[in-house]
């Protein structure tokens, strides 16, 4: 092994690290469809956004044009960290499975928030500050965004409130505790501190929540708060632009060893992981200038892209949020208890759930004891404790590498280790008894998702 | 903070990863005093170290002239999934405290393990596996080295036998479960599986355990089943020298840039992560070459080099290891349980200890709600969240710099930052919530942990 050519990590210097994010949106052809007001069903403003967001984040967001923004420097600063982020070559699980396939990882988890929500955290967290806001509201579930969030808060000195899906809260005392040490208040969803948390907790008594209703919670606090904005970790056309710096990188350091990825593999639970991570790889493919199978990976349980439908839909369970465009399976899907960690989401992006739509991506769905499979397998071989969400993409790449080893192609594969799983110890116990189970909805089960889609003018 | 000339991380290439690791003790007037048999109190033989270490280890533990060791190219290749590790310049931190000192960290919890652990674990393992054993035992207490160790033999398809703390076992559960997921398996200690374990059990029925005890058990272990032997996470010369690779990486980055540390800072249980940061700064220093600060730093509440004894000890409780000459509060000190992670070892490196005794280096100890304080602060100005064992280095090096504010002098200071601190949230919670205290033992305390040091030739 020690006479490779390629070194294990590939890492770029902190003045090559991008000063520019990509806007995906500025190379589609068919441009994601707007953002609508629930109430009047028409395109939501400018002006309407910016009761919620801040006001240069309601620009990335409506801005379906401009190819490249400038990172301002305070917030290339702060990238440097943690940026940028290593480009593994996994010669290990290569071997290990015998694969001809050559094997790159790009790791997101290298920062104490332990995944890539901190690029996008430490944007729109920049631009909270710089607009004299006093602080932002948000949901997390699974914790990372909420991590992510918290430091970013703590590094600038904004206040930061964060609503935890109850379920987490209780399950996950240590993600709570990681975000008070970084200085934020960790709030329980449902709770009574907000009108839709009242009226949740009155209708569902004993209910856990979900990332829909935290949602509502979060941005319920903040139009009603002069000073504070809602931020969120996903979804948001703003946040795969920020998110585009992952992509950014792999792709500059594979240019560097002239390697050219023949597929791109990332989880998919709102889409800012693959959303970044595709985005230069995507732009040349919508120019014409190179082709890239693009797979996008969910959990068999909460399968948006392979059994959702396309229409607009809420984001949040309390309905107080716009409608999107999306692979969706209605606001008002929970995933089985069973699933564990992320990508619980009910909906996707809606930059991705286009592309999707024009047949530029793929995407599969995994079930969940495959998946810790591959994670153990990659830990025990890679070093690395991987994330569950981050697993659904090892899974899928190693799916491929086998296949190759089939074939005996020797094809390149690039997938987004999006985080450690360091906060997942649970599942991971369940995993290592033998007491996880695999999920998969019934059809059943999704008809009732979709018969609560909203009623939109030209929606079937 | 964007027009600095020196970036945040300097990292070395993987080319540039030291191939030999470097022995301190070629350049120590006064050698380090052998480990003695406590049957005979003659120094023990190879022939005799060998029924508990490896061969290969055994010339390490004995080898006191020769300087450099090459690493085994398996080691090396090994050590390119996680390092080099980076030389972070800490400028939000000395933003944040207003000093003119320059400080530098070596951050060696970029590996799953999250700590240093694994430099020396893999080291082990290879060794072990090369003689062709089946398995290694071991103790852990805090959980990092057995985390390592599990890490290193799943990796190298070796059996592991992990003895932990009970108080351990119960109380970090998930630090359980990473090792399990790397295919170690793990015994809460004092267990019933050994003589020396039934035996302490029988003394003392409710006990929770302590690292010595658990030191016993897996020593018991490796020398009564064929194919096994007994591994350790610190104190050892060979462990010393397998973590050199910390300092002469973090030398060679500082030499890049044309920078001398005036002060080298390092937490100290047993001292492994202190000798392998020290090592080749130490060297210049003995052989005239450059002067150095070097400081220890230690808890409070067990104050080996600060308030211990230069004498010959045993190392485990069980009294079935061999004696050791180094700076210890008697093998039977137990420190108090409010004391949050590692660092609870009650000897320390016969190495350091001589190096201390001889004035080469400087220790101080430092009490634990001061050293969160620090480890909070360092989080939200770096990004980090540290391991308390750390912190304890973090806290020092903040003290200094402050110094340095008060005196107008721009001192370069490097300290070692061992770990992460994601299985530690229980003691963060507490100390979160106000509810951590501070503990120095009473003269009284150590005056019963000396009245236990065994008899010796030659010792009063």
Redesign the interface.
């Known amino acids: ?2 006479q490779q050519n390629i ?3 590939i ?1 770029l ?3 090559e690290i991008p000063t520019k994010w990509y806007n995906l949106r500025a190379d589609m052809k068919n441009k994601p469809a707007p953002l609508l007001n629930p109430g009047t069903g028409q395109p939501l403003t400018a002006e309407e956004m910016s009761g919620i967001f801040c006001e240069e984040l309601v620009k990335q967001e409506l801005d379906n044009d401009t190819a490249f923004f400038d990172i301002p ?1 305070e917030i ?2 702060f990238y ?3 940026r940028p982020s290593p480009l ?1 070559r996994a010669y ?1 699980l290569e071997e290990k499975l015998g694969t001809p396939a050559k094997i790159y990882y790009k790791f997101e988890g ?5 995944s890539h929500k901190l690029n996008s955290a430490i944007a729109q967290a920049y631009y909270a500050k710089k607009q004299g806001l006093k602080g932002v509201t948000t949901e997390t579930g699974a914790g990372q965004w909420g991590t992510a969030l918290s ?1 970013a808060c ?2 600038l000195g904004l206040d930061c409130k964060v609503y935890m899906v109850k379920v987490s809260y209780e399950q996950k ?2 993600r709570r ?2 975000m ?4 934020a208040s960790v709030v329980p969803s449902p709770s009574m501190e907000t009108e839709v948390g009242r009226k949740i907790l009155a209708a569902h008594p004993g209910t856990t929540g979900s990332l829909g209703c935290a949602i509502s919670e979060a941005v319920e606090v903040a139009v009603t708060h002069p000073g504070y904005r809602y931020v969120l970790g996903s979804v948001l056309n703003q946040v795969l632009l920020h998110q585009s710096i992952i992509g950014l990188e792999a792709k500059a350091a594979l240019d560097k060893i002239g390697v050219k990825p023949d597929m791109i593999i990332g989880c998919a639970g709102g889409g800012s992981n693959l959303g970044g991570l595709i985005a230069p790889f995507m732009g040349e493919k919508m120019r014409g200038e190179q082709d890239y199978r693009i797979i996008a990976v969910e959990p068999a349980s909460c399968p948006s892209f392979t059994r959702g439908k396309f229409a607009y839909d809420f984001c949040d369970t309390g309905m107080i949020c716009p409608l999107a465009k999306m692979y969706t399976l209605g606001s008002g899907f929970i995933p089985s208890p069973n699933h564990a960690g992320g990508l619980r989401f009910h909906g996707m992006s809606t930059i991705l759930s286009q592309l999707y739509h024009d047949g530029l991506m793929e995407a599969r769905a995994v079930e969940q004891t495959a998946v810790f499979e591959a994670a ?1 397998l990659f ?7 991987p994330a569950p969400e981050s697993s659904h993409a090892i899974k899928a790449a190693i799916d491929e590498a086998m296949l190759c080893k089939e074939t005996g192609e020797e094809k390149t594969i690039l997938f987004g280790l999006t985080g ?1 799983g ?2 997942d ?2 599942a ?2 369940k995993f ?1 008894d033998g007491e996880m189970s695999d999920y998969i909805p019934t059809d059943e089960d999704l008809a009732a998702g979709f018969a609560a889609l909203p009623k939109v003018p030209g929606q079937d």
Chains 1, 2 share one sequence.
């Open positions: 092994m020690s070194p294990y990590k890492y210097s902190e003045n420097q290339v600063d440097k960290m943690y593994v290990c290298n920062n104490t928030s332990g430091m703590a590094y005392p240590f505790e990681v008070r040490t970084y200085g153990e830990a025990r071989c890679e070093g690395i404790l450690t360091y906060f110890l649970v991971y116990q290592n």
